[in-house]
């Protein structure tokens, strides 16, 4: 089981007064299904996300998964927290650009100490829905066959938990719905958390969503009418 | 959670090089790398020798020519000498032809009385004191003329005198014999056996070589010392002989029949205590096994033709004069002696030829007008000079290498800050990234060392050498090897690796989302009370 508990973040800009984009948030989850954070530009959503995924440090609380807090981790812990744990899906889909698509995928299995070995790389392709004849860069794709290949690298490693910011931000509605298709199918066999401004794909894909403003949560379908399928903790 | 075995898997990006291969900082990296190639051989070729040992460089190099030119005079000793002489405020490395180890000042190459003795125990080499004083020249016996002391004149009138005394200061002065001291143990390691009287016990007793002897025994003895003062030259700490015509002009010579008709006379002799000039009295006389033409010719640079004193005052002057000096180095600095003695006399044998000598001068080196000094040990102190002047603009050009270095690293990883982050966001430990760029830092050190190794090698063979030979008579081999390319090696590996350490520990220290956005977090303000 995932937690947050009190996760706060204060950003402390040059020659600004300091920001607090995230207020002492406190969540449980469940193992599997899809969750929706939901919030207009600046609640803090992704500032939610990235402290969940281990991507930022917060300047309060913490995350447990199966009762292990994250203030007891070491940076080693956190980095293979990062590594084993968890995967992250951006926006901008982030793929290294000097590598093939392939090669953007071993480096997820190397990083985890295993071989990129062809077949399995070639098999999580097609389980993305994605083929190709030979090595592709980034540079000669869509943005939906990119971030479908965001989606390979992360899920290779299988991670117990896919965070996924913005994924469709920078797709068309139609790439959109074929991308968030595809994590709500991951999602029956992990927990998926999403971050979205976009309410319709929220309620036709959660399982459950999360509202956000001024760096708190401020409603939680679960205690609402179910929106869907609802997942029990 | 997380198993500390699951921890071990975390391997190396065999892609690091194209992750890191940019045709942006090109002309920096090229910069860099020149310039840290520079910094690498102007250091190496600066202190490879002194890591080599500089007194063993200095010595090897004077003391394989020296020994060259030296065999067949060393030869003719029944033992064998090196001799460490300094000259006022030029200290000069000689090699004396005899065979005895012997102690005097050699400017930075000082040994104490104890050092000495921990030498000769461990060399088996006997040990004996050459005189110094504190303008660092020999005790000199008070002799005039140029080849026989003056004591040893044979003076039958005063116009006789008189005109050798105008030749003398002519001459700039007087000449004479050099001395030794040492204790009966000494001498009789070296061989010497006494053929009258004893050997010196104090201060104001000497005993003479069979040179001197035969000396007196040719012209007579002459006690000058009632009849004459002196006028001294302070530049040289020399003094010249003037005759008292108010004293007695008429000066007896006393035939020499036999070594005891020495005993019991008296020699001029210069002492730093004053007055200066004293007498001291003639105890024995000494068979030095030396070549007593060749000591004549030359009093001063013929060691077994020399004057002995006792141990004590050679072991007073070297208290004096003689600061502590790396034990290890002086010792090794006297095998070498032995051996290339050793090696001379050898080569000698071998070649069946003759050797000149003394050694020709070259005339930068030195102030003296003698020109058969050879001013190594000055050339050492150019050198010397030479090493810390290298050194430094090594240092400088180092500094600017390094920044230059930190710069283009600094560059460099904020070029590939973003994948960097994106690797973290997989799971990438501070590790991975570190060897991910320790092949870049890799690169760079290779890269510099093998520039660097050609620079100096250039540097090397194109004017250091020719310059060292020409300045040195090839009396200095500068070196080239392997120490100076494990420097040029240390050196390019310490640059690349200290040019990177800032930029990497700042990549390290922001957090994923920072690597990746660009973000650079500002720091919590501490309240104010």
């Given at each position: 089981m995932f937690e947050i508990r009190n996760l706060g973040k204060i950003y402390y800009p040059s020659g600004a007064s300091?920001?607090?984009?995230?207020?002492?948030?406190?969540?449980?989850?469940?193992?599997?299904?899809?969750?929706?954070?939901?919030?207009?530009?600046?609640?803090?959503?992704?500032?939610?996300?990235?402290?969940?995924?281990?991507?930022?440090?917060?300047?309060?609380?913490?995350?447990?998964?199966?009762?292990?807090?994250?203030?007891?981790?070491?940076?080693?812990?956190?980095?293979?927290?990062?590594?084993?744990?968890?995967?992250?899906?951006?926006?901008?889909?982030?793929?290294?650009?000097?590598?093939?698509?392939?090669?953007?995928?071993?480096?997820?299995?190397?990083?985890?100490?295993?071989?990129?070995?062809?077949?399995?790389?070639?098999?999580?392709?097609?389980?993305?829905?994605?083929?190709?004849?030979?090595?592709?860069?980034?540079?000669e794709l869509s943005g939906g066959q990119r971030q479908r290949v965001a989606i390979a690298r992360a899920l290779i490693k299988e991670p117990r938990i896919l965070f996924a910011d913005e994924p469709t931000g920078a797709l068309d509605?139609?790439?959109?719905?074929?991308?968030?298709?595809?994590?709500?199918?991951?999602?029956?066999?992990?927990?998926?958390?999403?971050?979205?401004?976009?309410?319709?794909?929220?309620?036709?894909?959660?399982?459950?969503?999360?509202?956000?403003?001024?760096?708190?949560?401020?409603?939680?379908?679960?205690?609402?009418?179910?929106?869907?399928?609802?997942?029990?903790d | 959670m997380m198993s500390h075995d699951d921890r071990k898997n975390d391997r190396k990006i065999g892609l690091a090089f194209r992750l890191l291969a940019s045709k942006k900082r090109i002309v920096t990296t090229l910069v860099t790398i020149f310039i840290s190639a520079l910094a690498c051989a102007l250091f190496a070729l600066a202190w490879s020798g002194w890591c080599y040992?500089?007194?063993?460089?200095?010595?090897?190099?004077?003391?394989?020519?020296?020994?060259?030119?030296?065999?067949?005079?060393a030869a003719d000793e029944p033992y064998p000498y090196f001799s460490l002489d300094t000259a006022g405020e030029y200290p000069y490395l000689c090699l004396s032809p005899s065979g005895t180890i012997s102690n005097s000042i050699v400017n930075r190459h000082r040994f104490s009385f104890e050092q000495m003795r921990a030498i000769e125990e461990d060399t088996q080499i006997p040990f004996v004191r050459e005189m110094v004083n504190t303008e660092g020249v020999s005790y000199w016996g008070?002799?005039?003329?140029?080849?026989?002391?003056?004591?040893?004149?044979?003076?039958?009138?005063?116009?006789a005198v008189h005109d050798l005394l105008t030749a003398w200061r002519l001459t700039n002065g007087t000449a004479g014999s050099l001395e030794l001291a040492g204790s009966e143990e000494d001498y009789s390691a070296m061989g010497f056996t006494l053929l009258a009287g004893r050997y010196p016990r104090s201060r104001y007793e000497v005993a003479l070589s069979e040179a001197h002897y035969e000396a007196?025994?040719?012209?007579?003895?002459?006690?000058?010392?009632?009849?004459?003062?002196?006028?001294?030259?302070?530049?040289?700490?020399?003094?010249?002989?003037?005759?008292?015509?108010a004293r007695q002009p008429d000066v007896p010579v006393q035939p020499i029949g036999q070594y005891e008709d020495l005993l019991g006379k008296t020699l001029m002799g210069w002492s730093d205590e004053l007055p200066h000039l004293r007498t001291f009295t003639i105890v024995g006389v000494v068979d030095t096994h030396c070549n007593v033409r060749r000591a004549q010719d030359d009093w001063e640079n013929y060691p077994a033709g020399r004057i002995l004193r006792a141990e004590e005052t050679g072991i007073e002057v070297c208290r004096a004069f003689c600061p502590r000096l790396d034990e290890g180095r002086a010792s090794r600095l006297f095998k070498l002696c032995d051996a290339y003695q050793k090696e001379a006399l050898e080569a000698e044998r071998l070649s069946g030829e003759s050797i000149d000598y003394p050694l020709p001068l070259r005339g930068d080196f030195f102030d003296f007008s003698r020109p058969e000094w050879v001013y190594v040990d000055t050339s050492a102190n150019v050198i010397y000079s030479c090493t810390l002047s290298v050194g430094a603009l090594s240092a400088a050009v180092g500094f600017v290498a390094l920044l230059l270095g930190g710069f283009r690293t600094e560059r460099m990883v904020e070029d590939r800050e973003k994948e960097f982050g994106i690797l973290r966001s997989m799971g990438a430990s501070d590790g991975t990234i570190f060897k991910i760029l320790l092949a870049d830092i890799a690169a760079m050190a290779c890269a510099i060392f093998l520039v660097a190794l050609a620079a100096s090698l250039g540097m090397y063979y194109a004017w250091i050498r020719p310059w060292g030979y020409s300045a040195f008579m090839d009396a200095y081999e500068l070196v080239y090897n392997g120490w100076t390319v494990l420097i040029l090696f240390g050196g390019s590996a310490v640059l690349a690796m200290l040019a990177a350490v800032f930029p990497v520990c700042r990549l390290l220290r922001r957090s994923v989302m920072e690597n990746i956005v660009g973000r650079r977090e500002g720091k919590k303000k501490k309240k104010r009370k």
């Open positions: 300091p920001v607090e984009a995230l207020k002492g948030v406190s969540v449980k989850f469940g193992d599997k299904g899809m969750i929706f954070i939901l919030g207009k530009s600046g609640c803090g959503k992704s500032t939610l996300l990235h402290l969940m995924g281990g991507l930022d440090r917060p300047t309060s609380g913490e995350f447990l998964l199966d009762g292990v807090s994250s203030k007891d981790f070491s940076k080693r812990d956190l980095d293979d927290y990062r590594n084993r744990c968890v995967g992250f899906v951006f926006q901008e889909y982030n793929l290294l650009p000097e590598f093939t698509v392939q090669e953007n995928i071993g480096i997820a299995l190397q990083l985890q100490g295993k071989r990129a070995e062809r077949e399995k790389i070639d098999a999580m392709l097609a389980a993305v829905g994605l083929s190709f004849d030979g090595p592709r860069y980034p540079n509605s139609k790439t959109g719905n074929e991308i968030l298709t595809l994590l709500k199918e991951i999602s029956a066999e992990r927990l998926v958390v999403v971050v979205s401004h976009d309410e319709e794909f929220a309620r036709r894909f959660g399982d459950r969503v999360l509202g956000m403003r001024d760096g708190s949560i401020i409603s939680d379908s679960l205690d609402e009418e179910p929106l869907g399928e609802r997942v029990e | 040992d500089y007194c063993d460089l200095a010595t090897r190099g004077y003391l394989h020519y020296a020994a060259s030119k030296t065999g067949s005079y008070c002799y005039a003329g140029a080849t026989l002391p003056n004591s040893l004149s044979t003076v039958p009138n005063a116009d007196f025994a040719a012209q007579g003895y002459i006690d000058v010392s009632a009849r004459f003062t002196t006028e001294i030259d302070d530049d040289f700490g020399t003094y010249n002989l003037k005759y008292d015509v």
